[in-house]
């Protein structure tokens, strides 16, 4: 069985739920050929990938997936690179609010995906999972752990992914603009076994 390294975030912000972190949570601990590692990661720059890194040296993972939170959309989108800047918008949960920096100086401008993306997408869309395509993972820290994981992986068997997940119903004031849990989880499991 192959082992999966599967990450979501804390709350941040204004928020005091995370879906990225109750939707790994709440995933089963084998989906399809995945024996699953789950791991909760602060948001926080660079304290994240730390321990990310850490864990992943314990671990030994095939695929690492990292989700992250996204307000702005009602489907999952599984995101084809991740840029070398910080343009943070928001703080993180210890006050850093870096703009327009590189994450590593010198590194590659950005690193795409290595596992089969735009594949996947279109599998998962066929099937009728509320999956799309996302060209970059932003300028915070969902950015940010995706960049330092691709780079540090870059040269490894170790494919990573990263995919976004919407709010929960409960975080909003129209459900519209949300997707329950039980399908956020059903569209995750999906992804896992296209991996």
Known sequence: MKSLLITGFDPFAHYIVNPSWKAVKALP???????????????????????LLEEAGRVKPDVILLCGMNSGSTRLQLNLAALNI??????????HRPWGVPIREGAPDAYFATI?????????????????????????VCNDIFYLT????????????????????????????????????????????EL
Request: no cysteine.
């Open 29 to 51: 601990d084998i989906v399809g050929d995945y024996q699953l590692y789950k791991l909760m990661l602060p948001n926080i720059f660079d304290l994240e990938a730390k321990i």
């Open 86 to 95: 910080r343009d943070a918008f928001l703080e993180d949960n210890l006050g």
């Open 116 to 140: 089969p993306v735009h594949n996947m997408v279109r599998t998962l869309r066929a099937k009728h999972y509320p999956v799309d395509l996302a060209l970059s993972s932003g300028g915070f």
């Open 150 to 193: 691709l780079h540090a992986f870059h040269d490894t068997d170790t494919k990573v992914g990263f995919v976004h997940v919407p709010l929960l119903p409960e975080m909003v004031m129209d459900e519209n603009m949300a997707l329950p849990l039980e399908k956020t989880v059903e569209a995750l499991q999906a992804i896992i076994k």
